[in-house]
C-alpha cells in the first residue's frame, strides 16, 4: 500500500508504474484521460478501481480520477503530446464540468478514507462502494451529493430524494464543502416520530381570555385540567399561559372556549386569523403542531433550542424532550449554514432534529444527522 497523496489519512492505492519505472501515461480527450496500454489499463482497472474498460484494452478515466492520480504521481496526462501540471487539468476540467472543484475534493476525501469511488449521473455525484470491497464484489455503500456550503435547496427536494432511497434501499449522504476545503458529511432519512401521550378527554372546555399574543387561563381547576389532558401550558403563580399554537388547537377540539380582552367569545376561525396576523407562518406550525400532538408526542415551545418545537415522548416530568422540529412549507429554501448549525446544537443536546415539510402528501419529517463515513 503507497501513503497517500497530501493530507489525510492513507488511501487504498497502489503504485502505477510503466515499464520504465515512469507513471502510465494517458492522454486528454475532451472530458475524459485515456489509458490506452492494454497492461497499464488492466492493473489500475482491477487493482484500484479506477477507470472503464475501453474496447480493444486499457482504460478510460473520467476527469475526477485522471485529476487524482495525476497530484498522487501514478499517472501523467498528455494533452497534444505534452504533458499537463495538475493545475493546468485541473483548471481543463473545471471549464467544462460544472462544481468540478466541489465533487473533486469530496472524492478526494473518499479516496483517502480508503473507499472506491465512482462518478455518478442523475441525481447524485458518486457512489462509494464499501471499504476493501471493489465495484465487481459489492454494490455501493453510499450515494453522495457534493455541495458547497454556499448553496442553497428546498426540503421537498431533499425528501423526494430520501422517498427514493428508501424504495431503492440507498444511503444518502450530502457532503457539503467548506470555503476552506474541509467536508462535513450529513445523512438524511426520513422519520415517523411517534410518542405516548395521547391527549384525554375532557368533560367541559377550560376558559382562556387572549392577552397581547398569548392565552392565560385563570381557574385553578381549569389549568389543572388541561395539564392532565396532555400536559398543555405552563402554570405561572395563580394562572396558566397557553400559546397561540396550544390554543387554536385546543379551540379545534373542543377543550377550550377563548375570549378576546373585551370578553367577547372568539370563534376558531376568528382566533386562528387573529394568530395569523401576530405570527409569521402561523399556519404551517399549527399543522405541525397538529400532527406531533395526533402522534401522540407532548409539544412545547423549541425557542430556546433555535427551533420551533421540543417534542416529549410521554410526560415531560419523567423524560427529556427526543425531538427538535423544525415546520418548513413547501419549496422553503433552506442553507447549509443553517443545517450545519441545527444539527451541531441538537447532537450537543442530545437531541434528533426534525424538518417537518408542509405539502399536499400531508406531513413529513426529515433528519440530518452529522456523519462520519
Not at 467544462?96 to 480508503?114: A, C, M, N
Not at 440507498?170 to 405516548?196: H, Q
Not at 413547501?330 to 441545527?342: L, R, Y
Request: aromatic content about 12%; glycine content about 10%.
Amino acid at each position: 500500500m503507497a501513503p497517500s497523496c497530501g493530507r489525510g489519512r492513507p488511501a487504498l492505492m497502489f503504485t502505477y508504474a510503466s515499464a520504465h519505472g515512469r507513471p502510465m501515461a494517458g492522454i486528454l480527450s475532451d472530458d475524459m484521460v485515456e489509458v490506452r496500454d492494454q497492461s497499464e489499463g488492466s492493473r489500475i482497472y482491477t487493482r484500484g478501481n479506477y477507470g472503464y474498460p475501453r474496447s480493444g484494452g486499457g482504460v478510460d478515466l473520467d476527469l475526477i480520477e485522471a485529476a487524482y492520480l495525476l497530484e498522487c504521481g501514478r499517472l501523467e496526462v498528455l494533452d497534444r503530446g505534452k504533458p499537463m501540471s495538475f493545475p493546468e487539468l485541473f483548471m481543463h476540467s473545471a471549464s467544462i464540468s460544472e462544481d468540478f472543484d466541489i465533487k473533486y475534493l469530496v472524492y478526494r476525501d473518499f479516496r483517502q478514507r480508503g473507499f472506491v469511488v465512482k462518478n455518478e449521473t442523475g441525481g447524485y455525484d458518486l457512489s462509494v462502494f464499501p471499504r476493501g470491497k471493489t465495484i465487481s464484489n459489492s454494490r455501493p455503500e453510499y450515494y453522495v451529493r457534493a455541495v458547497s456550503e454556499r448553496s442553497s435547496f428546498e426540503i421537498s427536494e431533499l425528501i423526494d430524494q430520501a422517498e427514493e432511497a428508501v424504495d431503492r434501499k440507498r444511503a444518502i449522504l450530502y457532503a457539503v464543502v467548506d470555503e476552506e476545503g474541509d467536508v462535513t458529511y450529513y445523512k438524511m432519512s426520513l422519520r415517523d416520530p411517534f410518542g405516548k401521550a395521547f391527549v384525554k378527554g375532557m368533560r367541559r372546555p377550560a376558559k382562556g381570555r387572549l392577552v397581547r399574543d398569548r392565552i392565560f387561563v385563570y381557574d385553578a381547576e381549569d389549568a389543572e385540567r388541561l395539564r392532565t389532558l396532555g400536559y398543555f401550558g405552563k402554570t405561572v403563580g395563580p394562572f396558566m399561559q397557553l400559546s397561540l399554537v396550544e390554543g387554536c388547537y385546543l379551540v379545534s377540539k373542543g377543550k377550550l372556549d377563548v375570549s378576546d380582552p373585551s370578553g367577547m367569545s372568539m370563534s376558531e376561525d376568528s382566533l386562528k386569523e387573529f394568530s395569523a396576523s401576530v405570527q409569521a407562518g402561523f399556519g404551517i406550525r399549527l399543522q405541525v403542531y397538529a400532527d406531533l400532538r395526533g402522534r401522540g408526542l407532548v409539544t412545547k415551545s423549541g425557542f430556546k433550542y433555535g427551533n420551533h418545537f421540543r417534542a416529549y415522548t410521554q410526560s415531560p416530568d419523567d423524560c427529556h424532550a427526543r425531538y427538535l422540529v423544525h415546520a418548513i412549507k413547501d419549496g422553503g429554501i433552506k442553507t447549509w449554514p443553517e443545517v450545519s448549525k441545527t444539527v451541531r446544537l441538537s447532537g450537543g443536546v442530545k437531541k434528533e432534529i426534525l424538518f417537518g415539510r408542509v405539502s399536499g402528501k400531508g406531513i413529513q419529517y426529515l433528519e440530518f444527522q452529522w456523519f462520519r463515513p
